[in-house]
Antibody, heavy 123, light 111 residues
Framework: QVQLVESGGGMVQPGRSLRLSCAAS????????MHWVRQAPGKGLEWLAS????????VYADSVKGQFTISRDNAKNTLSLQMNNLRPEDTAVYYC????????????????WGQGSLVTVSS | QSVLTQPPSVSGAPGQRVTISCTGT?????????VHWYQQLPGTAPKYVIYGNTYRPSGVPDRFSGSKSGASASLVITGLQAEDEADYYCQSYDSSLSAYVFGAGTKVTVL
């Protein structure tokens, strides 16, 4: 069965960096686009970034463009999110999610989610 | 402020029908992009319950149904059950933002 396991979260001071990882198993990782979605405490879902199945195309939400970098290693079935210059408003649970492959990329939904990794940005 | 507008909460007694609306604009739902729905139980990751406006994945009870008309979509739960108490989010794509967008979520309470 599809499994996505995030790691790398924790507490970090404002201005510092953190790198999240998502280990994928149970499917052909190199055949699917992957995404990061976050959820601030008590708030809704916010899509952050997407990466194509082979890694050549990356798209970001305006809120994290230039601050976060999505990447993948298909040899290791791993998705990553490099987060720089973190701010208190980046405090959230970060989920990796698999793109469904439904119709065209814009029509995609997120058909499998990890359990989430909590990132707390505080001094 | 979310791009897609959902009511903050809806409630119903067991067995009743509840409807959650999701209203967009001409740059997202209104331009033809599909709407998908997610259920998030407390303390867990979201799970999709409707995709492509109306399709229900295997394993999701048939009391869940979706529809779309113009720039709006709806999720209907018919025969509400206690285990349906959760937050529900709609999701689509916005061509102006070049981004996947979510509604702010609707809390369903079973009375």
């Amino acid at each position: 069965q599809v499994q996505l396991v995030e790691s790398g979260g924790g507490m970090v001071q404002p201005g510092r960096s953190l790198r999240l990882s998502c280990a994928a198993s149970g499917f052909s990782f190199n055949s699917y686009a992957m995404h990061w979605v976050r959820q601030a405490p008590g708030k809704g879902l916010e899509w952050l970034a997407s990466i194509s199945y082979e890694g050549s195309q990356k798209v970001y939400a305006d809120s994290v463009k230039g601050q976060f970098t999505i990447s993948r290693d298909n040899a290791k079935n791993t998705l990553s999110l490099q987060m720089n210059n973190l701010r208190p408003e980046d405090t959230a649970v970060y989920y990796c999610a698999r793109g469904s492959g439904w119709r065209r990329p814009e029509e995609n939904y997120f058909d499998n989610w990890g359990q989430g990794s909590l990132v707390t940005v505080s001094s | 402020q979310s791009v897609l507008t959902q009511p903050p909460s809806v409630s119903g007694a067991p067995g009743q029908r509840v409807t959650i609306s999701c209203t967009g604009t001409n740059s997202n739902i209104g331009t033809g992009y599909d709407v998908h729905w997610y259920q998030q139980l407390p303390g867990t990751a979201p799970k999709y319950v409707i995709y492509g406006n109306t399709y229900r994945p295997s394993g999701v009870p048939d009391r869940f149904s979706g529809s779309k008309s113009g720039a709006s979509a709806s999720l209907v739960i018919t025969g509400l059950q206690a285990e349906d108490e959760a937050d529900y989010y709609c999701q689509s794509y916005d061509s102006s933002l070049s981004a996947y967008v979510f509604g702010a979520g609707t809390k369903v309470t079973v009375l």
